[in-house]
């Protein structure tokens, strides 16, 4: 059994940064991609990034690249996702997942296992 539980979220003004942890605990064999994820009320589950489990590949998408990184300590159980120049358009609810597919996804079909999220909230 794999469990996932995010944390560092919290209420910031645009312009600052956070930085999100993911901690994965159980057994972890197979696991092989992980993933940064968001949603805002109203709207569809957003991909982020993705890292590989052994830390040596990471992507991006468009709408966060040069201002989200996305890392892990190889051979550690923890990911994390460090926003910078936050805008009220990163308020969301920020997810971490993990799954064993081949390859990277944006598709949350694609992840096994789930954390509850961590609130980010973004002022003017």
């Known amino acids: 059994q794999v469990q996932v539980a995010e944390s560092g979220g919290g209420m910031v003004q645009a312009g600052e940064s956070l930085r999100l942890s993911c901690t994965i605990s159980g057994n972890p064999v197979g696991l092989r991609i992980l993933a940064w994820f968001r949603q805002a009320p109203g709207n569809e589950r957003e991909w982020l990034a993705c890292i590989n489990w052994g830390a040596t590949a990471t992507l991006y998408a468009d709408s966060v690249k040069g201002r989200f990184t996305i890392s892990k300590e190889n051979g550690k159980s923890s990911v994390y996702l460090q926003m910078n120049t936050l805008t009220p358009d990163d308020t969301a609810m920020y997810f971490c997942?993990?799954?064993?597919?081949?390859?990277?996804?944006?598709?949350?079909?694609?992840?096994?296992?789930w954390g509850q999220g961590t609130q980010v909230t973004v002022s003017d």
């Open positions: 997942a993990v799954g064993r597919a081949p390859r990277f996804s944006s598709a949350p079909s694609a992840y096994d296992h």
